[in-house]
């Protein structure tokens, strides 16, 4: 049974940081795309960022250079490290793991952001 649990999220500050994290269980984590994704209220989900099994990323454009993803194979661990945050990155996150054409998802981190 594949589980995604996401931690890390919280209330922040404008210009604060904050690193979220997914632990991975139920499936070989190595092989498998990943990514972050985000909804706020009202809004559809929308992909945030996504690594590949060889570690190639990329990111949505209203984060770039400010996020960055990455994941620990040996601990079966993605990682969204998030810097200059703002009010419109609020959002709950979460982490969706692709494998044989299934989208696993983890429960969400909420992430406030205030102004």
């Known amino acids: 049974q594949v589980q995604l649990v996401e931690s890390g999220g919280g209330l922040v500050q404008a210009g604060g940081s904050l690193r979220l994290s997914c632990a991975a269980s139920?499936?070989?984590?190595?092989?498998?795309?990943i990514g972050w994704y985000r909804q706020a209220p009202g809004k559809q989900r929308e992909l945030v960022a996504r690594i590949s099994s060889l570690g190639s990323t990329n990111y949505t454009d209203s984060v770039k250079g400010r996020f960055t993803i990455s994941r620990n194979n040996a601990k079966n661990t993605l990682y969204l490290q998030m810097n200059s945050l703002k009010p419109e990155d609020t959002s709950v996150y979460y982490c969706?793991?692709?494998?044989?054409?299934?989208?696993?998802w983890g429960q969400g981190t909420p992430v406030t952001v205030s102004s």
């Open positions: 969706a793991a692709d494998r044989g054409g299934v989208r696993y």
């Open positions: 139920g499936i070989i984590f190595s092989f498998i795309p």
